[in-house]
C-alpha cells in the first residue's frame, strides 16, 4: 500500500460488491422482501434482529445496533482497517487499485515503518528456525514437550529460541544487511559503552508479539531454568507500544466477537495453555497493567472481560488495578478464581478443560469481588470502614451507566448498612470533584483516525433509550433525507441541539456531506473507523423519514430541551457537592443557598 485510495476507486468498489453475498458468508440469511435476516454475528442471540438491506446496502442489528455498510461489516468481522477492508473487496471484485501518491513526509514514514517491520520479520525468522531445525534449540524443544507443547502450537505462534552467546543475532543481521541502528531502536541489539552491538536476548524461549494486524512487533523471553529475571520483554519502540498491545488478540479477535466476551490473563503460557485446550477467546497482557488504551481495544470486539490472573497477592492487585479503567470504557467484568498457588497453565494440566468450563460459568463480579475484599480488609475500626467504603466508591463512579450505578451503590449499601442516601451523597461529591475528568493516560490512535483522547459513553439503544436521544436520533435522520434541515441545524447550532457528543459528531458528518455536494449515504460511512458513530450514522439513514414541517420543528424544541435539561443535570452535580461542602465546613447560608438554586433546577427538569 503506497498512496491513498481514490474516493471513485473506493465507490467502485462499494457498487461491484453485493453487501448480501459478503455477509452470508459469515451469517446465515432468510429474505424477507427486501431485506435478509440473521442471527447477529456481533453479540450472542437466539431471535435473528441483524438485517441486510439489499437496495440500500446496508447491514444493522436491532439488537446491538451494530450497522454500517460492506466495509464496515468486513472491518468489524475481520478487524481490519478501513483501507485493509477495501483492497480485501477489490481483490474479490477484480478492481485494480491505482493509489494516490502520499506527500514525501507520509510517504516516508510508511516507508520506514515498513522497513522496521520486516527487520522484526527477519529475527522471527531466525529464531523460529533455530527452534524448530537447529542442535542449539533441542534444549528449548524438550522444555516444552516437558509442559506438553508440541510442533503445532510451536508454528502457529512461531514461537523460537535465542541461542546462548552474544553475537548469533548480530551475526545473522549483518548476513542480511540489517541496519544494526534501526535493529537496536527496536530493542533486538543493544549497544555497549565502546560502541559494539550484541544480543537482546540470550538463551531465551522467545513468543513474537503481533499487533491487532497481525505484524510482529516485539519480543517476550522467557529462560528455561529458575534463573531471574524469569521474563524479559522488549522496549518501546516506534513498533511496539506495550500499554496498547495485548499478546494474542490477532488471533483471538474473531472468537472474541463471536463470543462478546474475552478472558485476559497475565503470561503467555497461561494464553497457551487455553488456546491448546480449545478457549480461543484468550489474550494476556506484556507485562503492563491495564490501561485505558487496552480498554479501547477490547471494547471493540467485546462486552465482557474475564480477569483470570494468578491466585496471589500479586494477581489480586492486577485485578483490582484493572477494575477502573475496564469500567470507564462500560465493559462488563467478571473474575475467575482458581486455588492458590494455582495459575491457568497449570491448572489446565491438573484438571482439564471441563473442569475450567465450569470454573468460567462460576465467574463472578469483579466489583463484587473488589468490595467483598475491601471491606473484609477493612477491619473493625469505624476510620477503616469509612476509608474502604470511599475506596470502593471512587472505583463504582467511573462505571458510565447510570442504572448499573445505582445498583451497584445499592449493593454497597445492604453490605455495610450505611444509608444509601449518605453514599449517594458522597458519589455526588466525588463526581463534582471530577466535573472534567481527564484521561488516565493518553487515548489510542486508530490507523486513518485521529486520536481518540477520552474513553467516550455508549449510546443507549433499543426500547430502553430515553426521550431525549430517541429526539436527537431523529432529528439526524432528518439532516440525512433533507438538506434544509441540516443547514437549520447548522444555523441554530449542533451544540445546542445535540446533548451527546457522538449524535453532535454525526451532525457535523453529515453538514459535511451537504456541503461537499454529496448524498448523505455511504460516504458518511466511510469516513469515520469508530464503530459507534458507524451505528448512529447507519441508523440515520436506515430511517429516512417524511415529516410535515410543524413535526420537525417538534424535534427542534425536543433536542433544544434536551441539551438544556442535561446543563441542568450537571449544574444539579456541582450544587450536591458544594452542599456537601458546605455541609463539612458548617456554612449554613451557602447550604440554604444551594438548596433554593437545587429546588429551582428541579422544577424545571420536570416540567
Not at 503492563?288 to 500479586?314: G, I, M, N
Not at 480488609?377 to 476510620?383: L, N, R
Not at 460511512?525 to 458507524?534: H, T
Request: net charge neutral; aromatic share 8%; charged share 30%.
Amino acid at each position: 500500500m503506497v498512496g491513498r485510495i481514490p474516493a471513485e476507486t473506493i465507490e467502485q468498489i462499494r457498487e461491484h460488491s453485493d453487501i448480501v453475498t459478503v455477509v452470508g458468508e459469515y451469517v446465515n440469511l432468510k429474505q424477507s422482501g427486501d431485506n435478509h435476516f440473521g442471527l447477529c454475528p456481533f453479540h450472542g442471540e437466539k431471535t435473528p434482529s441483524f438485517s441486510v438491506n439489499s437496495s440500500k446496502q446496508f447491514f444493522y442489528c436491532f439488537g446491538c445496533g451494530a450497522g454500517g455498510n460492506v466495509f464496515n461489516f468486513l472491518m468489524r468481522i475481520e478487524g481490519l482497517g478501513f483501507a485493509d477492508a477495501v483492497h480485501k473487496l477489490s481483490r474479490r471484485v477484480g478492481i485494480e487499485i491505482e493509489e494516490e501518491q502520499l506527500s514525501p513526509r507520509r510517504q516516508q514514514q510508511r516507508e520506514e515503518r515498513e522497513r522496521l517491520q520486516h527487520i522484526v520479520q527477519i529475527a522471527v525468522e531466525f529464531y523460529h528456525h533455530i527452534l524448530l531445525q537447529e542442535p542449539e534449540g533441542a534444549e528449548a524443544r524438550a522444555y516444552l514437550r516437558r509442559r506438553g507443547y508440541g510442533g503445532e502450537m510451536v508454528r502457529r505462534f512461531q514461537l523460537g529460541f535465542a541461542p546462548s552467546g552474544w553475537g548469533k543475532l548480530c551475526t545473522h543481521f549483518r548476513q542480511a544487511h540489517v541496519d544494526e541502528d534501526k535493529a537496536v531502536a527496536l530493542g533486538l541489539l543493544r549497544r555497549s559503552d565502546d560502541g559494539r552491538t550484541y544480543d537482546m536476548f540470550r538463551r531465551r524461549l522467545l513468543f513474537p508479539v503481533q499487533d491487532p494486524y497481525g505484524h510482529v512487533v516485539a519480543f517476550g523471553g522467557r529462560v528455561l531454568d529458575n534463573s531471574l529475571p524469569k521474563y524479559i520483554n522488549s522496549p518501546e519502540s516506534d513498533l511496539y507500544h506495550k500499554g496498547k498491545t495485548l499478546y494474542g488478540l490477532y488471533d483471538a479477535k474473531n472468537a472474541m466477537r463471536r463470543q462478546r466476551r474475552v478472558i485476559v490473563v497475565e503470561g503467555y503460557f497461561d494464553h497457551l495453555a487455553l488456546v491448546q485446550a480449545g478457549v480461543e477467546n484468550v489474550v494476556a497482557t506484556c507485562g503492563t497493567s491495564l490501561t485505558p488504551q487496552h480498554a479501547a481495544l477490547l471494547k471493540r470486539y467485546v462486552e465482557t472481560v474475564v480477569l483470570l490472573f494468578d491466585e496471589d497477592k500479586a494477581g489480586q492487585s492486577a485485578c483490582f488495578r484493572a477494575l477502573p479503567v475496564l469500567l470507564e470504557a462500560g465493559l462488563q467484568i467478571q473474575y475467575i478464581s482458581l486455588e492458590e498457588g494455582e495459575d491457568p497453565d497449570s491448572f489446565l494440566a491438573r484438571h482439564g478443560r471441563e473442569a475450567f468450563d465450569a470454573r468460567l460459568e462460576r465467574a463472578r463480579s469483579a466489583l463484587g469481588y473488589y468490595m467483598q475484599e475491601n471491606l473484609n480488609a477493612s477491619g473493625d475500626q469505624a476510620e477503616e470502614q469509612a476509608r474502604g467504603i470511599a475506596e470502593i466508591l471512587e472505583v463504582v463512579v467511573r462505571i458510565p451507566d447510570e442504572i448499573e450505578l445505582n445498583l451497584h451503590v445499592q449493593e454497597l449499601a445492604k453490605r455495610t448498612g450505611v444509608d444509601i442516601k449518605i453514599l449517594q451523597r458522597q458519589l455526588e461529591q466525588i463526581k463534582g470533584a471530577q466535573k472534567s475528568p481527564a484521561p488516565l493516560s493518553p487515548a489510542p490512535e486508530s490507523q486513518g483516525t485521529n486520536p481518540r483522547r477520552e474513553v467516550r459513553r455508549p449510546v443507549a439503544r433499543g426500547a430502553g433509550e430515553d426521550t431525549e436521544l430517541k429526539a436527537q436520533k431523529m432529528l439526524l435522520a432528518l439532516m440525512a433525507e433533507r438538506r434544509q434541515v441540516s443547514i437549520d441545524v447548522m444555523t441554530r447550532g449542533a451544540e445546542s441541539l445535540f446533548s451527546h457528543p457522538r449524535c453532535r459528531e454525526c451532525a457535523e458528518l453529515i453538514n459535511r456531506a451537504y456541503t461537499q455536494e454529496r448524498k448523505p449515504g455511504h460516504w458518511l460511512l466511510d469516513q469515520c473507523e469508530d464503530s459507534e458513530v458507524q451505528e448512529i450514522l447507519t441508523a440515520a439513514l436506515v430511517d429516512r423519514c417524511q415529516f410535515a414541517d410543524e413535526v420537525i420543528e417538534k424535534v427542534f424544541s425536543d433536542c433544544r430541551g434536551a441539551v438544556n435539561r442535561s446543563q441542568l443535570k450537571q449544574r444539579r452535580t456541582q450544587l450536591h457537592a458544594q452542599m456537601c461542602e458546605a455541609e463539612r465546613n458548617g456554612d449554613i447560608e451557602m447550604q440554604n443557598e444551594c438548596m433554593r438554586e437545587l429546588m429551582t433546577i428541579n422544577r424545571q427538569i420536570r416540567r
